[in-house]
C-alpha cells in the first residue's frame, strides 16, 4: 500500500497558510536538497481544490531545471474537491466519491508514496480522518500575524516523530507518523 505524505511549511506559532509570503527567505541548499528527497519518494501528487488552482496557474510557467516544477508538471495529480473544476494541468483528475474511500482506493492501487505539498486544509482533514500516513513539517523561525493553524481546534492527535534536523537557517526539519499500535 502507498504512503500519504504531507509536507508543510509552518511558521514558530503553527501558522501554514500563504507561506509564501514568509518562507522563501529559508529556502536553502538545505531544505531544497531535503524537498528534492520527498520527491524521489513519490510519484502522485494529491491537492486541494484551492492549490490545485493556486499551482497550476504557478508551476507550469516554470523550467525542467526546478526540481519542484518538473516533478508536479508531470506527476499524476489527483484533486479532491466537492467542486466542479477546470482540470487543464497536464495529468490531473478530481477524486470523485466521499474522501476516505476516493483518497483509500488511491492508496491501493501500486506506485510511490502520494505527496501532498501545501494543501493544508486537506491536510488537516486527511489527519481528522486517520488518512494520512506522514506528515512533514519545515518549522520556519519566524512568527506570522495570522493565518491557517495546522492543529487549531483539533484533540487528541497522536503524532511519533520518525526523523528530525536542524538546518544551519534556523529551519527544523520534523516527520511524524501515527503511532505504532
Not at 103 to 127: F, N, W
Not at 131 to 151: K, R, Y
Request: glycine letters at 8%; proline letters at 5%.
Amino acid at each position: 500500500m502507498r504512503k500519504l505524505v504531507a509536507g508543510l511549511y509552518m511558521s514558530l506559532n503553527g501558522i501554514v497558510e500563504a507561506p509564501t509570503q514568509w518562507h522563501l527567505e529559508y529556502l536553502s541548499d538545505e531544505v531544497l536538497a531535503e524537498i528534492g528527497e520527498g520527491i524521489e519518494s513519490a510519484d502522485a501528487v494529491l491537492l486541494g481544490r484551492r492549490t490545485y488552482q493556486l499551482f497550476s496557474e504557478i508551476w507550469p510557467k516554470q523550467g525542467d531545471d526546478v526540481v519542484m516544477a518538473r516533478f508536479l508538471n508531470t506527476a499524476p495529480k489527483y484533486v479532491l474537491s466537492s467542486t466542479e473544476i477546470d482540470l487543464d494541468w497536464t495529468n490531473s483528475r478530481r477524486l470523485t466519491g466521499p474522501a476516505e474511500e476516493a483518497v483509500a482506493r488511491l492508496k491501493d492501487e501500486p506506485g510511490k508514496d502520494i505527496l501532498i505539498p501545501g494543501s493544508p486544509r486537506l491536510v488537516r482533514s486527511m489527519l481528522e480522518r486517520g488518512l494520512l500516513d506522514e506528515l512533514h513539517l519545515d518549522i520556519m523561525p519566524i512568527v506570522v500575524a495570522d493565518g491557517m493553524s495546522l492543529f487549531e481546534g483539533m484533540a487528541d492527535l497522536r503524532l511519533e516523530v520518525v526523523g528530525s534536523q536542524t538546518f544551519s537557517n534556523g529551519v527544523v526539519s520534523v516527520t511524524y507518523s501515527r503511532p505504532r499500535s
